[in-house]
């Protein structure tokens, strides 16, 4: 009964905010350096290294738009190579903060993580030490392992997983057994169209994971890759995007800009009318299934009718 009661809740925080277009969470890529190689993002080949500058993030903590709840997510490229990396970070004491690392740069996590006590860390792992190298470029697991028994104990620890054509169910199974084995969670999301990674490619379906896990977005991805789901896109209400050059985007698929903080506050691209207008003409985008945006859509849309509430 309580679980229901925590997901009528946060469903009817979710229909709220989207309702107002009142903000829930937003990614800031505050940098694309990257020393990665991976095959599913092209930032790295980025010639023009851009940083976000900390007076944006200190005017953007202050922005009426930005509640207490929100959930500040720091990626990159590598969010460390930014050359004032832990200024920013400090910024967020406080706040419901989470960092993405590929796993790298492991001494300067685990020292930033401990010293600026960040509650939420997740890091890449996508299959055996083999395939993960393969697709990174980079062998990064025994990284992932020493990011983890440094951390554990301070933070919440979540691996992303990405399904895509260069691992399998085996690589996610591995992966799973130690989420397990180490006790920390598990993020899974399908290889999709992200504009600014800088690789496209045609919508084909991947390997079904529906029989691991009880979630919405594995058992309907079959039906979205073959074009037989037209799902409405409502993350984009709650769910706006910081790029490394100020420019504020609807999402993080496609690169549609808003407007750019360096030359106007979030609060007034925000409830700028061309926003508006731009939210309500990509409603019916359906052109990636990341499972950032498409599990905000799915529980709108699905979740009411599993709970018996009405909208």
Known sequence: ???????????????????????????????????????????????????????????????????????????????????????????????????????????????????????????????????????????????????????????????EYTISKWNTREDLEFVLDFTKSHNIGLSVGYFSFVEYFGIEREVLELYDVSDMFTSDYYSLYSLWANRRLNLPCLSIYVRPVIKPNGDVELCEARKIKLGNLYKRSFGQIWRDRKTKEAIRSFTRCNRCWLNCQRTVDLAAMYLPRRLGIAQ
Do not use: Q
């Open 1 to 159: 009964m309580d679980r229901f009661f925590n997901k009528a809740f946060n469903l009817s925080r979710l229909i709220y905010s989207i309702r107002r277009r009142r903000i829930l969470s937003m990614p800031i890529y505050i940098t694309n350096r990257c020393t990665s190689r991976c095959r599913t993002c092209n930032i790295w080949r980025m010639v023009e290294k851009i940083d976000l500058d900390n007076s944006i993030i200190e005017m953007l903590l202050a922005d009426d738009e930005i509640g207490d709840d929100v959930e500040f997510i720091i990626t990159g490229g590598d969010f460390l190579l930014h050359p004032e990396c832990r200024e920013i970070v400090s910024l967020f004491r406080g706040k419901n903060i989470r960092v993405f690392s590929n796993g790298i740069l492991v001494d300067e996590l685990i020292s930033l993580v401990k010293d600026e006590k960040v509650k939420y860390v997740s890091v890449s792992l996508d299959g055996k030490s083999e395939t993960n190298k393969y697709i990174r470029g980079i062998d990064t697991f025994r990284n992932v392992e020493k990011i983890v028994d440094e951390i554990k104990e301070f933070s919440s620890i979540e691996i």
